[in-house]
């Protein structure tokens, strides 16, 4: 019910522009958010936004250069990802959770089936 778009490959320093387009039922009442994973290394979290759309959250190897939003009418999440750097090689999914906590805890009810992202020095 969360299909990812938007991955392929670019060069250290561009911007990408990530969509997860949410077929939840009550999609206004979800916190959403983005994860990441590389081969080898466990799933990671990347950015959340509350249901409102007012409130959001970014883990630390991140934070300033990627920005997630949301549009509840057209029931999209995005994640605006900025100067990418190899380290931002992974596959991205889109998860949502009612519950806050649990959603930044690796716990969501809904993901998506992962968009790849790579990124080249």
């Known amino acids: 019910q969360l299909v990812e778009s938007g991955g392929g490959l670019v060069q250290a320093g561009d911007s990408m522009r990530l969509s997860c387009a949410a077929s939840i039922e009550s999609f206004t009442s979800y916190n959403m958010g983005w994860f990441r994973q590389a081969p080898g290394k466990e799933r990671e979290f990347v950015a959340a936004?509350?249901?409102?759309?007012?409130?959001?959250y970014y883990g630390v190897s991140v934070k300033g250069r990627f920005f997630i939003s949301r549009d509840n009418v057209e029931k999209m999440v995005y994640l605006q990802m900025n100067n990418l750097a190899p380290d931002d090689t992974a596959v991205y999914y889109c998860?949502?959770?009612?519950?806050?906590?649990?959603?930044?805890?690796?716990?969501?009810?809904?993901w998506g089936q992962g968009t790849q992202v790579t990124v080249s020095s």
């Open positions: 936004i509350d249901w409102s759309g007012t409130n959001d």
């Open positions: 998860a949502g959770e009612l519950n806050w906590g649990r959603l930044v805890a690796d716990m969501a009810e809904f």
